[in-house]
C-alpha cells in the first residue's frame, strides 16, 4: 500500500542517510547531533528494508532497482561512516583503513551475488553495521559528553577504540564472504 515506488523508497532511504551522515560530521562542534541523526538513520535503514518489500509486494521488482538499491547503500555506508569520522574527530590512521574496510565488506556482499546469482544475509552484514552505526554513535556521544575521549588504552582514543572494533567486524564478514565465496565456488 505505499504509495511510493521502491526505488523512491531507495532514494528517499539514501538521502535520510545522507542527511545523517551530516548530521554526524556536525557533531564534532555540537556533540548533541550524535544522538539527533539517530532516528534519522533509522527511519532510513526502516525505508532500505521496505523497498525489496514493496517491490516484491507490487510486482515492481527490477534488476534496475536491485542495483540501485546496492549502489546507495554502499554510498550510504560510505557516508554515515565518514560522517562519524569526522564528528568523533578521527586520526586518520584508524579513518582509512576503516572506510576501506566497509567498503571492502559491502563489496564482497554484492560481488558474491553478481558472481554467484546468491544472495546470503548470514553473519556479518550491512544490518549489523547499521545496528553498530546507531550504538557507536551513542557510546561515542557519551564518551565525548563526559569528556572522557582524552582518555586513552594503548595509546588509542575511547572512540578510536570504537573504530577498531568496527574495524573488527568488518573484517569478519569480509572473512565470512571468503568463505561463503569459496563453498559457493565448490558446489
Avoid at 535503514?45 to 546496492?70: C, M, P, T, W, Y
Avoid at 572506510?99 to 559491502?106: D, T, W, Y
Amino acid at each position: 500500500r505505499s504509495p511510493l515506488s521502491p526505488n523512491a523508497l531507495t532514494l528517499l532511504a539514501f538521502l535520510l542517510n545522507l542527511a545523517a551522515a551530516a548530521l554526524f560530521a556536525a557533531a564534532r562542534f555540537r556533540p548533541i547531533l550524535f544522538m539527533v541523526a539517530i532516528p534519522v538513520i533509522t527511519i532510513g535503514g526502516l525505508l532500505d528494508a521496505f523497498d525489496g518489500i514493496v517491490a516484491r509486494e507490487q510486482n515492481k521488482a527490477s534488476r534496475f532497482g536491485d542495483f540501485l538499491d546496492h549502489l546507495l547503500d554502499r554510498a550510504s555506508d560510505l557516508a554515515l561512516l565518514a560522517g562519524w569520522l569526522i564528528g568523533a574527530r578521527m586520526r586518520l590512521e584508524f579513518a582509512i583503513p576503516l572506510l576501506i574496510l566497509v567498503a571492502l565488506n559491502g563489496y564482497a556482499g554484492t560481488q558474491i551475488e553478481a558472481t554467484f546469482g546468491s544472495r546470503s544475509y548470514q553473519g556479518v552484514g550491512r544490518g549489523e553495521f547499521v545496528l553498530a552505526l546507531v550504538a557507536i554513535p551513542t557510546l561515542t556521544y557519551v564518551i565525548v559528553a563526559a569528556g572522557a575521549d582524552s582518555f586513552r588504552i594503548a595509546m588509542i582514543s575511547l572512540t578510536e577504540a570504537l573504530a577498531v572494533l568496527l574495524a573488527l567486524g568488518a573484517l569478519a564478514g569480509i572473512a565470512q564472504r571468503l568463505r561463503l565465496a569459496r563453498s559457493l565456488d565448490r558446489d
